[in-house]
């Protein structure tokens, strides 16, 4: 079952500007990853939060949760032409109770023109 | 480490041929994992396994999909007979252990095309 929904589909930005990506999920879970996916390639995480954190920094990346709203944000600063990726959203499936599981959201498409 | 190993990188095989795809994990991880991605359906959970043994199958979407995982640092998946909707991407992952609290590594994947 579909968890994670990352907001918007597609976003195109300018080199340098900001870019934030919006995830909802719909059950109550233990944490959150973010993932990226370059064209043609697998995806590699980024960044995890867990559920009883409200914001985490790692380089220019910034993720918050809120748990309350069930949904995340990734913002990434002062982008780059080499952050254009697919971005996703993960979740453990806490709900359905199996270990180890994620459950991925459909992405967004970044574009970052230069 | 080399990272998650999928062989081979590109498949083009035809409708009814059998297809068997492969995937060494990092040394070390007890989870692995099988996705497929399409533009319609996105990232899909079709199998995983804990110290090589299956958990959960429900994304196996039809019988004619089969996993295995022989020993700790090797696994197929196999489709058989294959179908032109079969055609997507799939990925091998793994992950350290049972938590997932733990980042899974993806391997490069493997592009099928059914004809």
């Known amino acids: 079952s579909q968890q994670g929904e990352e907001d918007p589909q597609a976003l195109s930005i300018q080199e340098g500007e900001n870019a934030t990506m919006n995830c909802s999920y719909k059950t109550s879970i233990n944490n959150l990853q973010w993932y990226r996916q370059n064209s043609g390639r697998g995806l590699v995480h980024l960044i995890l939060?867990?559920?009883?954190?409200r914001e985490k920094h790692s380089g220019r990346l910034r993720v918050t949760l809120d748990t309350s709203k069930k949904s995340s944000s990734l913002l990434i600063t002062a982008s780059r032409a080499a952050d254009t990726a697919s971005y996703f959203c993960a979740t453990d499936d806490n709900y359905g109770g199996s270990q180890g599981n994620l459950i991925f959201g459909k992405g967004t498409k970044l574009s970052v023109k230069p | 480490d080399a990272g998650v190993i999928q062989s081979p990188r590109h498949e083009v095989t035809e409708m009814g041929q059998e297809v068997t795809l492969r995937c060494k994990p990092i040394s070390g991880h007890d989870y692995l994992f099988w996705y497929r991605q399409t533009m319609m359906r996105g990232l899909e959970l079709l199998i995983y396994f804990n110290n090589n043994v299956p958990i959960d199958d429900s994304g196996m979407p039809e019988d004619r999909f089969s996993a295995k995982m022989p020993n700790a640092s090797f696994s197929t998946l196999k489709i058989q007979p294959s179908e032109p909707r079969d055609s997507a991407v799939y990925f091998c992952?793994?992950?350290?252990?049972?938590?997932?609290?733990?980042?899974?590594?993806f391997g490069p994947g493997t592009r099928l095309t059914v004809l």
């Open positions: 939060i867990r559920s009883n954190e």
């Open positions: 992952a793994s992950s350290l252990s049972a938590s997932s609290y733990n980042e899974q590594f």
